[in-house]
């Protein structure tokens, strides 16, 4: 997945601000809290990292192209840097993406959840 191709399928998902933080890094944020985080290497090459649930981050950390996300993961925190397509490829990334975006949603507040939509009162 290219940077445009990141960005442009992060842009689709609802509710969803843009910001280029931490030197480089493509920053996707659903009701201001982060659920998604790119930049591009050095060799070009894409890496991403994503909130995730317990079992998909027990499984994918172990997965060749996939780490816990660095400074995340070791605090605890259930995030994955998919670093290549060895075990994710795009279609995939896009579903854990989704996904990333919906478990973030689901924590902001009830009150903040029926502003944006996620919630009928």
Request: negative net charge.
């Amino acid at each position: 997945m290219t940077l445009d191709e990141y960005n442009d399928y992060c842009s689709q998902l609802p509710h969803t601000t843009h910001v280029v933080q931490w030197g480089a890094a493509h920053v996707w944020k659903v009701g201001g809290k982060v659920f998604v985080i790119g930049n591009v290497q050095d060799d070009g090459s894409m890496h991403c990292s994503f909130k995730t649930t317990e079992m998909s981050f027990d499984i994918l950390k172990e997965q060749p192209g996939c780490q816990g996300a660095p400074y995340l993961a070791s605090r605890g925190m259930k995030w994955i840097q998919r670093s290549s397509e060895e075990t994710l490829s795009d279609e995939d990334l896009k579903s854990y993406l989704e996904m990333s975006h919906k478990l973030v949603a689901a924590g902001l507040t009830k009150k903040l959840q029926r502003e944006l939509g996620f919630l009928k009162d």
